[in-house]
């Protein structure tokens, strides 16, 4: 792929505005490293994000993600190797991440509410939410995966 503008550096004030409020999540989140992952990895994957897929499937697998899940994660519905509280997650994360199709369904958002706190909800929108403007910006400006 061709090099393409660099939005940190044409727009450095917009961009350290996403880096804050990315910082901000961070420190007051209450989600596991597992959570985060996970969400970071699936809609980084239907997004078609090489640069974030990379970068999440290896800090996933330093936090002590497994191989097995990394891999199997985008047939996720087919397995039961995650979890009902990380089901409910990955459909936030598909139905946020395709919000033009049906947005966050009653039925799922009504599962999550039964499992999480609104505040654990919260952050869960919250990080589908910054993952996808990443992705979006990564894909748009071809940035470049690091090995």
Known sequence: MEPRIQIDKLQPEAYKAIIALEGHMSK???LSTTHKELIKIRASQINGCAFCIAMHTKDA???????ERIFILNAWRETDLFSEEENV????TEEITFIHQSGLTDNTYNRAINLFSETYLA???????????????AISTHKPIIH
Do not use: D, F, P
Request: charged share 15%; net charge neutral.
């Open 28 to 30: 007051i989140s209450e």
């Open 61 to 67: 697998l330093k936090y002590g993600e497994t191989q």
């Open 123 to 137: 952050q869960i929108i919250m990080a589908v939410t910054m993952i996808n403007v990443w992705n979006r910006i």
């Open 89 to 92: 997650i990955l459909s936030i």
